[in-house]
């Protein structure tokens, strides 16, 4: 059953007017909201009772009444309670110091270096240190190996003959 109306083109600042002809019927009305616009303004209404709905439809002179296309009521959501309560926490008080202490001591220490650059220079000093221990292990691996003694053969050579 239908029990949501809209009343349309209401004229401006009679908002009151269309309060007084609801007055009566307060109690059968669980849902009222007016909207204010430039040239009309609009207004929904859900009726409890159907009976008292048709009443206020024969009595209602401002604006133009229909039914309301979506009968849903809007469910509100609960406001939440800890918007912008975030920097009065302790917790978070105390988190942010610690990150300004740490983010200070880190550029005390390092004022001409990032960390991307310590990386980079960590990396390098860690291949130039495995090309030393390569260098190093030739060097003093080496043995006095002897050299492969070429054999002497006999050559044939037809132009030599005895």
Known sequence: MRTKLVVR???????QELEKQLEPFRLYVDYYLYIESEPFSRCYINFTNTDK???FSQTQTVGTMEW????RIPVFKRVDE???TL???PLWQEF?????????AEFVNNSDTTPLLEALKQKQRQKWQK??????????GQKDKP????????????????
């Open 131 to 140: 090309q030393q221990k390569k260098k190093t292990k030739s060097v003093s």
């Open 96 to 104: 942010l110091n610690g990150q300004e202490e740490q983010e200070a």
């Open 53 to 55: 709905l048709l009443q």
């Open 82 to 84: 800890r918007i912008n």
């Open 147 to 162: 050299q492969k003694q070429m054999r002497e053969t006999k050559s044939h050579d037809p132009r030599k003959t005895k």
């Open 9 to 15: 083109r209401i004229p401006p600042n009679s908002e």
């Open 68 to 71: 309301a296309v979506y009968q």
């Open 87 to 89: 920097e009065d926490d």
